[in-house]
Nanobody, 127 residues
């Protein structure tokens, strides 16, 4: 059974940092793009960041560019999201997802291009 399990969420003050992790099991994702999405209460799920299969290419939403950094460790089948300078508007449930696309681009910002999803981890940023 393929599973993606997120961890690292929590409550943090504005300006603080959190590091989210996603551990995959049941198959290797070393040749898959791995992304992070988020959904805030009352809002649509939105793209946050994605990293290609080799870790050599990344893509970020404008809202998090310069503050968040995505990375992966294929040997451990994990992907991480370092979140710095957090803002109250970053409050959301964050989801890890896997896409078979090899090249990053517009398609990898669309949730329907992702085949596997985790259950999410809650991030709350207080002002």
């Amino acid at each position: 059974q393929v599973r993606l399990v997120e961890s690292g969420g929590g409550l943090v003050q504005a300006g603080g940092s959190l590091r989210l992790s996603c551990a995959a099991s049941g198959r290797t994702f070393s040749n898959w793009a791995m992304g992070w999405f988020r959904r805030a209460p009352g809002k649509e799920r939105e793209f946050v960041a994605v990293i290609n299969w080799s870790g050599t290419s990344t893509l970020y939403a404008d809202s998090v560019k310069g503050r968040f950094a995505i990375s992966r460790d294929n040997a451990k089948n994990t992907v991480s999201l370092q979140m710095n300078s957090l803002k109250p508007e970053d409050t959301a449930r964050y989801y890890c997802a896997a896409s078979p696309l090899l090249i990053l681009g517009t398609r990898t910002t669309h949730s329907n291009e992702y085949q596997y999803w985790g259950q999410g981890t809650q991030v709350t940023v207080s002002s």
